[in-house]
C-alpha cells in the first residue's frame, strides 16, 4: 500500500525527508495529545513523537518522544501504519516528515524524562482528535488506529 503524503508544500522551498515516529496512546477511552506552545504566541496540537535522532530506530524515537514531550514511559511494537506530511515548523525551516506510527502502551507515568518545556500532555476522545489535531497526518493516524481497534 502507497504511503499517503499530506500537506502543500510551498513553492520555492525545500522539503527535505526527516524520518519521524509518533505514537497513539489510549487510557480510559481516550489518547495522548501533546499542545506545542510557539514562542511567539499560539500552539498546534499533534501526537507524541518527532523526528528520528542518528543511529535510532522508529520505535527507539517514539519511546524517547514520548517521554520527553510528555512524561511518559511506554513501549511499542511494530508500527500500524506510516503516512508523510510537508511541515513547516515554528522557526521557519520545512521538513516532509516520513512518519511511522505506533500503538503504544503506557507503562508508567515519568514526568523526570520529560525535557520540551513547550510541549504539554493532555488526554482526550479519539473521535476530538480527529477534528482538532493539526496535522491531517496525525488525523488519519488516528482513524488508522480506530479502524484497527475496532476490527
Not at 495522548?32 to 528520528?52: I, N, Q
Not at 511506554?74 to 501504519?81: A, G, M, N, R, Y
Not at 515548523?89 to 512518519?99: E, H, I, K, M, P
Not at 520540551?116 to 488508522?144: K, T
Request: with cysteine; glycine share 10%.
Amino acid at each position: 500500500m502507497p504511503v499517503p503524503q499530506f500537506g502543500t508544500p510551498e513553492a520555492g522551498r525545500a522539503y527535505p525527508d526527516r524520518p519521524a515516529a509518533f505514537v497513539v496512546l489510549e487510557r480510559d477511552g481516550r489518547i495522548a495529545v501533546v499542545r506545542v506552545s510557539y514562542k511567539s504566541g499560539g500552539s498546534r496540537l499533534d501526537l507524541p513523537g518527532g523526528g528520528l535522532d542518528p543511529g535510532e530506530t522508529a520505535a527507539q524515537a517514539a519511546v524517547r518522544e514520548c517521554g520527553e514531550e510528555a512524561g511518559l514511559r511506554i513501549s511499542v511494537d511494530e508500527p500500524f501504519t506510516r503516512a508523510d506530511h510537508f511541515f513547516a515548523n515554528q522557526d521557519g525551516s520545512t521538513v516532509n516528515t516520513r512518519g511511522a506510527f505506533f500503538a503504544a502502551r503506557l507503562i508508567a507515568e515519568a514526568p523526570e524524562l520529560k525535557t520540551e518545556d513547550d510541549h504539554a500532555l493532555g488526554w482526550m476522545a479519539p473521535q476530538e482528535a480527529l477534528v482538532r489535531l493539526d496535522r491531517e497526518s496525525h488525523a488519519w493516524a488516528v482513524a488508522a488506529w480506530l479502524r484497527r481497534e475496532r476490527s
